[in-house]
T-cell receptor
Framework: DAGVIQSPRHEVTEMGQEVTLRCKPISGHNSLFWYRQTMMRGLELLIY????????DSGMPEDRFSAKMPNASFSTLKIQPSEPRDSAVYFC??????????????FGNGTRLTVT | QQQVKQSPQSLIVQKGGISIINCAYENTAFDYFPWYQQFPGKGPALLIAIRPDVSEKKEGRFTISFNKSAKQFSLHIMDSQPGDSATYFC??????????WGAGTKLIIKP
């Protein structure tokens, strides 16, 4: 089991540029989550997909953020245009079915985004 | 009411000692309480979890104590080791996908 795979591990970009973060969930998992982690705000849920369908995107900060899951093995989180306040570590996580004792979240190692 | 309050923010414990991290919640609808462990440069990983129908759950050196009436739960790490140095997050859920996270506790175990 390769775990949740995220790329790139680090991304440094200039304000105004487009940023695309990628995620490959664990095979067989049908729930996918994008989280953002900062010192100030901790872990924030950005968007939740179930069976490739976005169920809750209320955590997406603004229209500059968008996420897609074209199939069960791939998801992207895009920021366009990026701003310095978007600097954070972005995590993708997957599970069999939502969050429960029988379905814990499995996190990737994150993408550290720095916007200058 | 959706908050989970975690304390302390940071904790230093001598090797072999007991590390205790506390969390409190308000929403009585929460029915799942996991603890996650995060090492630098890694994502959080589930450590141990409990449901409100039991007051304690133990897995190796890690124990969750749960007090439903006080709406509090805590993580105890017995015989703490330098390898336990990490950030610990408590969380709670009342839905099938939304976890409410504590702010995290940075634990340092001194050799």
């Amino acid at each position: 089991d390769a775990g949740v795979i995220q790329s790139p591990r680090h991304e440094v970009t200039e304000m105004g540029q487009e940023v695309t973060l990628r995620c490959k969930p664990i095979s067989g998992h049908n729930s996918l989550f994008w989280y953002r982690q900062t010192m100030m705000r901790g872990l924030e849920l950005l968007i939740y997909f179930n069976n490739n369908v976005p169920i809750d995107d209320s955590g997406m900060p603004e229209d500059r953020f968008s996420a897609k899951m074209p199939n069960a093995s791939f998801s992207t989180l895009k920021i366009q245009p990026s701003e310095p306040r978007d600097s954070a570590v972005y995590f993708c996580a997957s599970s069999f079915a939502g969050v429960s004792g029988n379905s814990p979240l499995h996190f990737g190692n994150g993408t550290r985004l720095t916007v200058t | 009411q959706q908050q989970v309050k975690q304390s302390p923010q940071s904790l230093i414990v001598q090797k072999g000692g007991i590390s205790i991290i506390n969390c409190a919640y308000e929403n009585t609808a929460f029915d799942y309480f996991p603890w996650y462990q995060q090492f630098p440069g890694k994502g959080p990983a589930l450590l141990i979890a409990i449901r409100p129908d039991v007051s304690e759950k133990k897995e190796g050196r890690f124990t969750i104590s749960f007090n439903k009436s006080a709406k509090q739960f805590s993580l105890h790490i017995m015989d703490s080791q330098p390898g336990d140095s990490a950030t610990y997050f408590c969380a709670a859920s009342d839905s099938n996908y939304q976890l409410i996270w504590g702010a995290g506790t940075k634990l340092i175990i001194k050799p």
